[in-house]
Nanobody, 127 residues
């Protein structure tokens, strides 16, 4: 059993920062990439950012580029999402996901490309 547990969400004001964490636990599994997605009320879940686990590189949605930074700590089996200059439109439930299968897109951005998901953490940005 693989578990992904997100933490770090909360209520902040526009312009503030938050750092989300996603810790992986359970049985050992190979990791190709880790990603962050979000789902705002009444909207579909959307891609936010992805990081390759053992190869270099990150990729961001245009809406967060320059404000959000994804990083990883392989030793801690943890991926982070540093969110700066938050806007009300960033309000959503944020999910982390892990892709264990190799191959495919170098930067997987579709939900179907991921094998494991966390339960989500709420981020609310007030204006």
């Amino acid at each position: 059993q693989v578990q992904l547990v997100e933490s770090g969400g909360g209520l902040v004001q526009a312009g503030d920062s938050l750092r989300l964490s996603c810790a992986a636990s359970g049985r050992t599994f190979s990791r190709y990439a880790m990603g962050w997605f979000r789902q705002a009320p009444g909207k579909e879940r959307e891609f936010v950012a992805v990081i390759r686990w053992t190869a270099p590189g990150t990729y961001y949605a245009e809406s967060v580029k320059g404000r959000f930074t994804i990083s990883r700590d392989n030793a801690k089996n943890t991926v982070y999402l540093q969110m700066n200059s938050l806007k009300p439109e960033d309000t959503a439930v944020y999910y982390c996901a892990a892709r264990s299968r190799g191959g495919g897109s170098y930067y997987p951005r579709g939900e179907y490309e991921y094998d494991y998901w966390g339960q989500g953490t709420q981020v609310t940005v007030s204006s």
